[in-house]
């Protein structure tokens, strides 16, 4: 079983930054893929960007290409979601999802990862 808390978001003005954490307990960090989805009010969860269990792979939506970046600390069990350059679109909430299986490849289907943070909101400053 994996745990993940997210944190990290808040109230932002467009064009600022944000950077989202997942803290992650439980079975061995590194052998999973993570990825981080958000939701928009009305809309469905929406793959944002994905990362292999080493780190040496990720992908990006379209959407936030050139301006998000995921990385990881795998010696602290924690996932990250740099934000720049952010737009009023970006605001949802948040979650990291880790993969279902050890040693998946990287995906963004959401019925590929099978634990679940409770997310974490980011919101846009009028």
């Known amino acids: 079983q994996v745990q993940l808390v997210e944190s990290g978001g808040g109230l932002v003005q467009a064009g600022g930054s944000l950077r989202l954490s997942c803290a992650a307990s439980?079975?061995?960090?590194?052998?999973?893929?993570m990825g981080w989805f958000r939701q928009a009010p009305g809309k469905g969860r929406e793959f944002v960007a994905a990362?292999?269990?080493?780190?040496?792979?990720?992908d990006y939506a379209d959407s936030v290409k050139g301006r998000f970046t995921i990385s990881r600390d795998n010696g602290k069990s924690t996932v990250y979601l740099q934000m720049s350059r952010l737009k009023p679109d970006d605001a949802a909430v948040y979650y990291c999802?880790?993969?279902?299986?050890?040693?998946?490849?990287?995906?963004?289907?959401?019925?590929?990862?099978?634990?679940w943070g409770q997310g974490t909101q980011v919101a846009g400053a009028s």
């Open positions: 999802a880790a993969h279902l299986r050890p040693f998946g490849s990287i995906q963004r289907g959401a019925t590929d990862y099978g634990y």
């Open positions: 439980g079975r061995a960090f590194s052998n999973y893929a």
């Open positions: 990362i292999s269990g080493g780190g040496g792979t990720s």
